[in-house]
């Protein structure tokens, strides 16, 4: 799959639940390799910008199936690790504040509250349980993805937080947006949640 096949917001289809997976079939694998070829394509078409993970959703399916780099810092490592039906057991330590971007929220960053650590159930692509701590970045990522297959993306976290958010400029450094310029009244985020309301 391509980077076009990947959906932003104002797609409301971001915002719906994905169903768990309850078997692990050659359909949830070829679904992950559609992930990965999407999220790469996308990753070879920024300068500035990794591919950290994507969710499903993302590539409009709604199927409770993630995946996470195997090494953030290293674009040249273009592995993914799978996660299905990925859940957070335990949020510990503290909340930390950090930068957080994501493919479906074009040109927006964000500072966004995660916890420090916390402890991942999922399957693998095998269908066997996997158990895992992850903390730092890894930690603030799966957080992300989790609430992806939640219909929940990082701004609606930060909704109202006047200095929470930025965006890259062209020497991929990221800079504040005017929260009443950009942000406020910007029906491409906020279409759909307020419809809720
Ligand atoms: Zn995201």
Not at 61 to 76: A, G, N, Q, T, Y
């Amino acid at each position: 799959m391509k980077k076009d096949d990947i959906i932003t917001l104002p797609n409301a289809h971001l915002r719906q639940k994905s169903a768990k997976v309850h078997v692990v079939t050659d359909d949830t694998r070829q679904l992950v390799a559609d992930m990965t070829s999407a999220s790469l394509d996308w990753e070879d078409s920024r300068p500035h910008e990794i591919s950290a993970a994507l969710a499903a959703v993302q590539i409009d399916r709604h199927d409770r199936v993630v995946i996470i780099r195997s090494d953030f810092e290293d674009k040249s490592t273009r592995e993914f690790t799978p996660l299905v039906n990925p859940e957070i057991v335990k949020g510990e330590g503290q909340k930390i504040t950090d930068y957080e971007g994501c493919l479906s929220v074009d040109g927006v960053y964000g500072k966004v509250p995660r916890w420090e650590k916390v402890r991942v159930r999922a399957l693998d692509l095998d269908g066997n349980e996997i158990r895992f701590k992850a903390e730092g970045f890894l930690a603030r990522v799966i957080q992300h993805e989790v609430d992806h297959t939640n219909g929940l993306l990082f701004v609606d976290h930060i909704r109202g937080q006047r200095d929470g958010f930025y965006t890259l400029n062209a020497e991929g450094e990221l800079e504040p947006l005017d929260y009443d310029e950009y942000i406020a009244d910007n029906h491409a985020l906020w279409d759909g949640i307020d419809d809720q309301d």
